[in-house]
């Protein structure tokens, strides 16, 4: 038997997973978005969105889907489609990908809207929070899908903060020869996400001392590894982006439909099964870093952003948007500011506004609203007016105060009550 060949098998894979991408985009991107919700009861105790399934189905224009087992994981639409999630008091709305912002606003409004509705007739709220906030995490409430059985059983307890947890997640259309650089860029700058959209500071009903307890408890996942948040430093090509993840343990795989546990290497088991491209991408799905390069959609997934008020429902997914048009005028101010190495400063910072948010020291004086000014200018340049969805984060920062800043000041001034007040959708 000849001796494994990683390098070759990392060139090999990295040249599929680029062929994901389209050399030369056809138009304006495009952009998608994957927005999490919260459900709970009138008191705030995590509800089950699978009774909302009927009401969601009533209109007749959403088809249900099943897994192998013949169980519900969501419900699949033109304009929109729900997805049952890790946890069951969790429900994600999916649209696009769509041409400009605002159509996507409108599908997903229109997603939302339905499920407030559904969950208004049991007496439910559905939040604008990045996290359950009374219920704590446990098997109790993981929704019993069999893969989530076993990533609990290789991952452990860290898990469960899935069961609770809740993001405004985009895709944006990337060509082949950005899909890297705007990956490694959103990445270094999953501070400024979280700096301006932190949502998840109240958790068992009470401050958690992080503004995003959603990213501190889930990097708790592979932390030596980096495989959840912000990485340890770029990947710079494809086979850079490959050999680190080939490095990380594999999770699960799949033997006839059936998810089982691996926890090896993922190169070691490659060493044993030989250069498997769908084994492989099964693996990179378990990799949660703040940006992702994502080759079956050719885009790439911004992942740090917790779910936004109701009263800012789009911020997140404008600054995200607007960081992969900026990456140029964003790098190159990056590099006037830090030289070769931001990465150092820019993740010791990462580190400060998990917990402080808006209070936290700027790496340099006028950091973010220099950010904010750039993205800015590249949706303008758009030509869609976008620029204008950007407004509320413009207000946090002048305010020095991040949503869970502001959940956390109500709370304690006014109870957990206030809080789903302000934070539900209506």
């Keep these: ?16 997973f680029a062929s994901g991408f389209d050399p030369v985009l056809a138009g304006p991107r495009t952009v998608g978005r ?21 009401a969601l189905l009533a209109p007749g ?31 994600e709305v999916i649209t696009g990908p769509c041409p400009d912002l605002h159509t996507l606003n409108r599908h997903h409004e229109a997603g939302v809207d ?13 939040l604008g929070l990045g996290i359950q906030p009374l219920t704590l995490r446990s098997t109790a409430i993981m929704t019993p899908k ?12 860290g898990w469960l903060w899935f069961c609770l947890t809740a993001s405004d997640q985009i895709h944006v259309d990337v060509d082949r020869a950005e899909a890297i650089p705007v990956s490694d860029l959103a990445n270094l700058l999953a501070g400024v996400t979280i700096a301006l959209c932190a949502n998840s500071s109240i958790q068992g009903g009470g401050d958690s001392g992080w503004c995003s307890t959603r990213e501190a408890g889930m990097g708790e996942i592979g932390a030596g590894g980096h495989r959840h948040g912000m990485p340890a430093g770029p990947v710079r090509t494809f086979e850079g982006h490959v050999d680190r993840l080939v490095a990380l343990p594999f999770l699960i795989e799949k033997q006839d439909g059936v998810p089982l546990a691996v926890g090896q290497p993922f190169d070691a088991w490659m060493a044993g099964h030989g250069v498997d491209y769908d084994a492989f991408l099964l ?22 952003a917790c779910q936004q008020p109701p009263d800012a429902p789009h911020a997140a997914a404008a600054l995200h948007l607007a960081l992969v048009e900026a990456h140029p005028a964003l790098g190159a101010q990056l590099t006037a500011w830090f030289g070769a190495d931001p990465w150092t400063p820019l993740r010791a910072w990462h580190r400060a506004v998990l917990r402080q948010g ?3 020291s700027e790496p340099v004086d006028g950091f973010l609203a220099t950010v904010l000014g750039l993205c800015s200018d590249a949706l303008t340049a758009r030509g869609l007016d976008e620029a204008q969805l950007l407004t509320p984060l413009f207000d946090r920062l002048a305010a020095g105060e991040n949503p869970a800043q502001q959940a956390t000041r109500l709370v304690a001034e ?13």
């Excluded at 038997?1 to 040249?15: E, I, K, N, P, T």
């Design 146 to 157: 069999p893969r989530y059985a076993v990533l609990h059983d290789v991952i452990g307890d």
């Design 114 to 126: 339905r499920v407030v509705a559904a969950a208004g007739d049991l007496g439910w709220r559905v």
């Design 61 to 91: 224009d959403l088809t249900l889907t099943r897994d192998q087992t013949g169980q519900i994981v969501g419900l699949e639409g033109d304009r929109f489609s729900f997805v049952l999630e890790v946890g069951l008091g969790t429900l």
């Design 34 to 54: 994957e927005a999490e919700f919260p459900v709970v009861d009138a008191q705030g105790v995590l509800a089950d969105v699978r009774e909302l399934i009927p």
């Design 283 to 304: 693996h990179e799905h378990y990799v949660w870093n703040s940006a992702r390069p994502r080759s079956r959609q050719g885009t790439v997934e911004l992942r740090a």
């Design 414 to 426: 006014q109870g957990l009550k206030a809080l789903l007040e302000s934070r539900s959708f209506r």
């Design 1 to 16: 038997m000849s001796a494994f060949d990683r390098r070759g098998a990392v060139a090999d894979l990295a040249a599929r």
């Design 358 to 360: 808006l209070g936290a």
